[in-house]
């Protein structure tokens, strides 16, 4: 046997061990869910690597989690038998951060205890919070396939540095073992333990078990108390939630398994879940979040599917199951078809995957098409209530809540007071903007990335207008309210709203109560593109080309502009001069009302809002 090794943490997990045990601290149990979860992972990662090497199962394959406490030593353990760590795997993953989160998690968190503990989890943080509730922590493991005396010990108080050694260890896995600070001996109590991995772990796929516990009359005027049978149980399902029947799900469950695999704090906005049949069988369990994560505009890095077949778990961020735009869907696909070892490289070609892929986009589709309708029936049956003559004082008073159904606080009002049926609306209503706003913007790719939808993708979007100071203008609605003789829906790109609301090419517009559609996103030039026109009725902007309104166009405003030509000819050849590097054409036009002069893009041209960006982009 070695002697141990002292050796100091990476300077970040020393900061980070320090902010996790001092401002988490209200939160304690979740270190509870965070170790269950590493020891699902370990097995998910030996079912894994049992596909090339069924070796590795040694005689245990049956894969599970112990859950034990010790009163009087005041330990609980956390044993799994999953594919365990090597010396060096200890030291690196239990004393470095790999990820590059970490520096991120630091500087979110708020100083407000209960949405810090939330955060935790989310940047691979998720050992540490041990020291949440222990003083000192033990991790023993052997790594499957390696030889009872290649064991290690890793020993830590939390502070500074950890201690590893090289064990004996028969068994395959990792115990941790946390020593228990004294106000967290409320953790050694077998029915406190179940209720919180009840709450966070009872998805996980594996048996969580613990050891029957009975009570015992004390003997000789002894208290009694509860004694260990020897016999275990399973404390949670042991079945991967997508597996079973949804009328046997709450939204609870749903909710705390999305949490689970999304890293989340807020209940999602939305889910699907459906076992698809036909030539190629899958279960589909897909979510729309609330909360646009920090690396949502990192193309590469964030798609939100785990991929298993047949319940073995094969790779997180598959990114071959959804077009890019749809990457802020997180969820789980269950295969029946794909071989085992399937790679990202075979994925991109299976035939399979393509059929999954187009039947989890038109899901996804369908969700945010759900919610849409949802939000529109809801403001529909507002209009029609405040149409309504107000005689009654109850009506009044009913109706006021849902004026404000798009402010978040309001909705907890609504859902206190209203009947079912109503409660129901108004919360949905500020679904689909709650939606929006967060991603509204990464939906928009989808109008160049997916020609198939790209009509289904158009009715989704919504902007704000010259009429609406809100995002909340579908292309739709636009039309509904165009003028007659109206040819074209226009629009404006700008950086910003003011910017777009005031640019001198809307006052010819404002004068004639046309309404000009106001695009912000840094997207909006290069989506709209692709959208040459909605519903037979084609898109235009109002900063490109001699705008031509038509019939909304005077003949006499017309006439005047054709005689200004004329008689300002000799200036604008001079303008045209003046400029002559700089301007392609110097015109004079209708379309300003109060400004002098303004820049348009000639039609077909690169647009001012477009060059800029890829100048940008260094282009
Ligand atoms: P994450 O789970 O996000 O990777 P954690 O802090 O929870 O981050 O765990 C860090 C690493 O420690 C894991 O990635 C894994 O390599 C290792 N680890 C933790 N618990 C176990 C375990 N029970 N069995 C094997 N490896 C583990
Ligand atoms: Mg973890």
């Known amino acids: 046997t070695s002697a141990s090794t002292k050796l100091p943490f990476q300077a970040e997990v020393a900061q980070l061990l320090h902010l ?11 270190f509870l869910r965070e170790l269950i979860s590493n020891a699902s992972d370990a097995c998910d990662k030996l079912r894994f690597e049992a596909i090339n090497d069924g070796g590795l199962y040694e005689d245990q394959p049956n894969l599970e989690v112990r859950v034990t406490f010790d009163k009087a030593a005041r330990t609980l353990t956390i044993a799994d038998n999953g594919i365990g760590l090597s010396k060096q795997e200890a030291i690196d993953n239990l004393g ?40 000192k922590i033990t991790v023993e493991s052997r790594r499957a396939g390696m030889v009872a005396g290649e064991g290690v010990r890793w020993v830590s108080g939390g502070a500074g540095d950890f201690e590893v050694e090289t064990i004996d260890r028969p068994q395959r896995g990792t115990s941790v073992t946390l020593h228990l600070r004294e106000d967290a001996e409320d953790y050694l109590n077998a029915w406190k333990l179940k209720q919180v991995i009840g709450k966070y772990s009872d998805h996980i796929s594996l048996p969580i078990l613990m050891e029957k516990e009975e009570w015992k009359e004390g003997e000789n005027d002894q208290p009694g108390d509860m004694v260990k049978t020897g016999e275990w149980e399973p404390v949670n399902k042991a079945s991967a939630l997508w597996t079973r029947a949804k009328k046997d799900i709450t939204p609870e469950q749903y909710s705390e398994f999305y949490k689970t695999i999304s890293h989340d704090y807020e209940a999602p906005l939305a889910w699907s879940h459906n076992r698809v049949e036909g030539s190629t069988e899958y279960t589909q369990l897909l979510f729309i979040p609330s909360k646009a994560p920090m690396d949502l505009w990192n193309r590469d890095k964030s798609a939100g599917l785990k991929l298993y077949v047949k319940r073995v778990f094969i790779m997180d961020d598959a990114e071959a199951l959804l077009p890019s735009y749809l990457r802020f869907v997180k969820g789980v696909i269950d295969s029946a078809d794909l071989p085992l070892n399937v790679s990202r490289e075979l994925l991109q070609e299976s035939r399979d995957v393509k059929a999954i892929r187009e039947g989890s986009t038109k899901r ?15 403001a529909s049956a507002k209009a029609a209530e405040d149409a309504q003559p107000a005689d009654e004082a109850k009506t009044a008073e009913d ?38 706003a967060e991603f509204g913007a990464v939906l928009k790719e989808g109008l160049g990335e997916d020609h198939g939808n790209r009509d289904r993708i158009a009715k989704l979007l919504r902007f704000a207008s010259s009429a609406s100071d809100t995002v909340s203008v579908s292309l739709a609605d636009y039309k509904a309210r165009m003028k007659e003789g109206q040819e ?31 695009m912000t996103d840094r997207v909006d030039e290069w989506a709209l593109s692709y959208l040459h026109e909605f519903d037979g009725t084609p898109l235009q902007s109002v900063a490109k080309g001699a705008v031509d309104l038509g019939s909304l166009q005077d003949e006499e405003e017309k006439k005047a502009a054709e005689a200004a030509a004329e008689t300002f000819k000799p200036v604008l050849e001079r303008l045209k001069e003046a400029l002559k590097d700089k301007a392609e054409d110097v015109r004079v036009t209708t379309r300003l009302v109060d400004s002098p002069a303004c820049l348009v893009v000639k039609d077909g041209g690169m647009s001012t809002q477009l060059a800029r960006m890829l100048k940008q982009a260094g282009q």
């Open 20 to 30: 996790v045990t001092h401002s988490l601290y209200s939160n304690k149990e979740i």
């Open 364 to 378: 996804v589709l369908a969700m945010l098409e759900d919610l849409a309708n949802k939000a529109a029936a809801a």
């Open 399 to 436: 109706a006021k809540p849902a004026d404000e159904a798009n402010a978040d606080d309001e909705v907890t009002d609504v859902v206190d007071k209203k009947e079912d049926a109503a409660e129901t609306h108004s919360e949905d209503a500020g679904k689909y903007a709650k939606f929006y």
């Open 96 to 135: 470095t951060i790999a990820k590059s989160g970490t520096k991120d998690f630091m500087s979110k968190l708020s100083g407000d205890q209960k949405a810090d503990a939330q955060l935790i989890g989310q940047f691979g943080v998720g050992f540490y919070s041990g020291f949440i509730v222990a003083d």
């Open 488 to 518: 074209a829906i226009y629009y404006i790109t700008a950086d910003t709203l003011a910017a777009a609301k005031n640019s001198p090419q809307l006052e010819l517009f404002k004068k004639k109560g046309i309404e000009v559609l106001l």
